[in-house]
T-cell receptor, first 116, second 112 residues
Framework: AQTVTQSQPEMSVQEAETVTLSCTYDTSESDYYLFWYKQPPSRQMILVIRQEAYKQQNATENRFSVNFQKAAKSFSLKISDSQLGDAAMYFCAYRSALGGYNKLIFGAGTRLAVHP | DVKVTQSSRYLVKRTGEKVFLECVQDMDHENMFWYRQDPGLGLRLIYFSYDVKMKEKGDIPEGYSVSREKKERFSLILESASTNQTSMYLC???????????FGPGTRLTVT
């Protein structure tokens, strides 16, 4: 069975600085998708970024980028120029490319605090 | 924009009560999901549905059931609520398998 591990329960960063959130996963599959979701306090969870395992190029969305290391089964999220609005719970998630449904497997989450 | 709504943000129920959590999406999505979110455990899938009246168990279905009579609505039912079901419940939907999941705001359920 696949598992996702986020080893940092809490992180903090100064406004305008850069922070990296870690995620590792375990799978025997070769084709899958990885995601980072953001859950702001009392607000809905939204997708930040996704990565297809077959793509070697790391995904980027504005200030958010990932470092995808397939052999190491590592998928970290880098937030550049951190803003107060980046404060949230961040979840790493895995989805198999096989199978008939859209099941996501989540890590435990990392709570990010942004200090002015 | 996709909108996923849940009937209550906060709910307090007593042990043994039957509890209904409702989720509605407005984008004609085929797939709908119920997750439970607990500190230190992330989100865990309870049940999902890929079509009207169709359902599949997720990782933690014990103590829960679901109903999907209409495409836009997916209900989570706690037949006899217990204190260990105190949690945050999140609903999600996606167009089809492989498409992005959109989440509702969550229902924080407390069972006393």
């Amino acid at each position: 069975a696949q598992t996702v591990t986020q080893s940092q329960p809490e992180m903090s960063v100064q406004e305008a600085e850069t922070v990296t959130l870690s995620c590792t996963y375990d799978t025997s599959e070769s084709d899958y998708y990885l995601f980072w979701y953001k859950q702001p306090p009392s607000r809905q969870m939204i997708l930040v970024i996704r990565q297809e395992a077959y793509k070697q190029q790391n995904a980027t969305e504005n200030r958010f980028s990932v470092n995808f290391q397939k052999a190491a089964k590592s998928f970290s999220l880098k937030i550049s120029d951190s803003q107060l609005g980046d404060a949230a719970m961040y979840f790493c998630a895995y989805r198999s490319a096989l199978g008939g449904y859209n099941k996501l497997i989540f890590g435990a989450g990392t709570r990010l605090a942004v200090h002015p | 924009d996709v909108k996923v709504t849940q009937s209550s943000r906060y709910l307090v129920k007593r042990t043994g009560e039957k509890v209904f959590l409702e989720c509605v999406q407005d984008m004609d999505h085929e797939n709908m999901f119920w997750y439970r979110q607990d500190p230190g455990l992330g989100l865990r899938l309870i049940y999902f549905s890929y079509d009207v009246k169709m359902k599949e168990k997720g990782d933690i279905p014990e103590g829960y059931s679901v109903s999907r009579e209409k495409k836009e609505r997916f209900s989570l039912i706690l037949e006899s609520a217990s204190t260990n079901q105190t949690s945050m419940y999140l609903c999600a939907s996606s167009f089809l398998t492989g498409y992005e999941q959109y989440f509702g705001p969550g229902t924080r359920l407390t069972v006393t």
